[in-house]
T-cell receptor, first 113, second 114 residues
Framework: DAGVTQSPTHLIKTRGQHVTLRCSPISGHKSVSWYQQVLGQGPQFIFQYYEKEERGRGNFPDRFSARQFPNYSSELNVNALLLGDSALYLC????????????FGPGTRLTVT | GENVEQHPSTLSVQEGDSAVIKCTYSDSASNYFPWYKQELGKGPQLIIDIRSNVGEKKDQRIAVTLNKTAKHFSLHITETQPEDSAVYFCAATKESGANSKLTFGKGITLSVRP
């Protein structure tokens, strides 16, 4: 069975641009969470979606937004990119969204220049 | 909110020795504690977890212990091998809430010397 998939693998953007990152959860999983991992740090929670509804939001500015589609895949959008947005963006899949087990994808490495 | 701290930040052991990584958490309502292994260029991989209704869980060479009173939990790796070298993260969350966002520690780099 396929695990969590994310696209693209790497991305280079310029300050002020916007970016869309994509995630497909494990088959049968209905919840997707997004995390930001800055080099040398642990992942930091951005959003969780379950059944297309936002279930949680971390301490990130409104420039960050996300949505979940009927097939449970998800997009993370970041507007007005800053240098500090450079990070590994991780998507995690879970079955119900309330149980703790989350399975991560390989991430998207975003570099903002 | 929850705060998870991880000590030490780096650990080097000889192949075959045991490694112990410790984490503390602040929110007594947290009840689920996973451990993740992250290799270079990859996403975190769930290797073992524990819920607050048990004190210890073991899976082959890996074990996790939980002390709810002291609010700390530890990862134990026995008979370490070079392929155990990676960054290990502990995390905590409260299940049965509206969501299950994980709060992570900063990670520890484990090096296993051949």
């Amino acid at each position: 069975d396929a695990g969590v998939t994310q696209s693209p693998t790497h991305l280079i953007k310029t300050r002020g641009q916007h970016v869309t990152l994509r995630c497909s959860p494990i088959s049968g999983h209905k919840s997707v969470s997004w995390y930001q991992q800055v080099l040398g740090q642990g992942p930091q929670f951005i959003f969780q979606y379950y059944e297309k509804e936002e279930r949680g939001r971390g301490n990130f500015p409104d420039r960050f937004s996300a949505r979940q589609f009927p097939n449970y895949s998800s997009e993370l959008n970041v507007n007005a990119l800053l240098l500090g947005d450079s990070a590994l963006y991780l998507c995690a899949s879970s079955d119900t969204g309330t149980r703790g087990e989350q399975y991560f994808g390989p991430g998207t490495r975003l570099t903002v220049t | 909110g929850e705060n998870v701290e991880q000590h030490p930040s780096t650990l080097s052991v000889q192949e075959g020795d045991s490694a112990v990584i410790k984490c503390t958490y602040s929110d007594s309502a947290s009840n689920y504690f996973p451990w993740y292994k992250q290799e270079l260029g990859k996403g975190p991989q769930l290797i073992i977890d524990i819920r607050s209704n048990v004190g210890e869980k073991k899976d082959q060479r890996i074990a996790v212990t939980l002390n709810k009173t002291a609010k700390h939990f530890s990862l134990h790796i026995t008979e370490t091998q070079p392929e155990d070298s990676a960054v290990y993260f502990c995390a905590a969350t409260k299940e049965s809430g509206a969501n299950s966002k994980l709060t992570f520690g900063k990670g520890i780099t484990l090096s296993v010397r051949p």
